[in-house]
Every structure is written in C-alpha cells, then in structure tokens.
C-alpha cells in the first residue's frame, strides 16, 4: 500500500479501490467504568472497519485541554476536562473506507436521548454529558487527534483475508 499525507491524515491509495481513511475513537469513562469497551470494539468491527491502534490511557488536563480545543470557552469546557480525566480512556485508531462517517454513524447523535436504537449511544448512553464515546467528525480532525493520542508506530495498517466480502477490496 502507498500512502499520501491528506491534511494530516494518512490515506491509503490503491488503484481504483476505495480510499482508506483513519479515525480516531475513545472509549470515554464511562464506558470503561462500565465495561462497554468490548461491546464498542465488537460493534465497529462488525460494521467492518479495522483496529489500528489500541491502548489504554489516563488523560492528563493537558492533553485534555488539547483534544478539546474548539470547546474553549463553552459552557460546559470544565465539566469536559472533569470528565475526561476521571478515569482511563481506551483509545482507538480505526481505518477503511468512509472509516469516519461510518463510525460515527455507529456511534450516533452525540446526545443519546437523541440517538436511534442500534447505535452506541442509542443503546447504552442515558445522558449527553457521559456519552460513553468520542469519534473525530471528520478526516482532517482524524489526522490532528490521533496525532494527539498515538505515535506513528503504534498504528498498524493491515488488510483482512475476507476484506473483498466487506468492502469490495
């Protein structure tokens, strides 16, 4: 596989396949406190994109400052650094093609009284400040986050045997 830089991103490049994208995912505190990450990793599998990265991190109020960013200044921002750094996360780097839309439509609504029955949040997320899950919400977020929470050699790039049953690789 070749790949090229595309605002920060890694995107694989092959022929006239599908583009591969990279996302990066978090199990938040709650699902950790409440042992959901399993159920989390189970179901992105099953929509088929692929782990890329895996670890278990605290977040310090550093890197939470960081990752959260475009929050400076709302309302809830400290209610957010609380959070996230109460208890560990189990951070996620997740890759195939349209991997960010397809997670977050796994996920779904950010609010999960909002959230449709079959996703993530819609089963299992009662409230919108513990949702259970971070997904980045596009390409370009993708590539700044998991530059935040992984080195370049902790991802790994790999293809199924069955991939052409899943996405017409």
Known sequence: MRYIK????RISV?????????TLVLA???AVARGLTGEIISRLEARGV???GLK???IDEDLAKRHYSAHVG???????LKYITSLPVVAMVWEGPSAVSVVRSTMGAT???QAQP????????MDISNNLVHGSDSVESAGREIELFFKEEEIYSWKRPHEKYITGE
Do not use: H, S, Y
Request: net charge neutral.
């Open 56 to 58: 278990m991190i605290w």
């Open 6 to 9: 595309d605002n920060g991103t």
């Open 111 to 113: 609010n999960p009284a």
């Open 118 to 125: 079959g996703t993530i949040r819609g089963d299992f997320g």
């Open 14 to 22: 092959r022929g006239d396949g599908p583009v591969t994208e990279r």
């Open 50 to 52: 692929r782990l890329a």
């Open 28 to 30: 938040k505190p709650d």
């Open 74 to 80: 709302k309302p809830f921002f400290e209610g957010l």
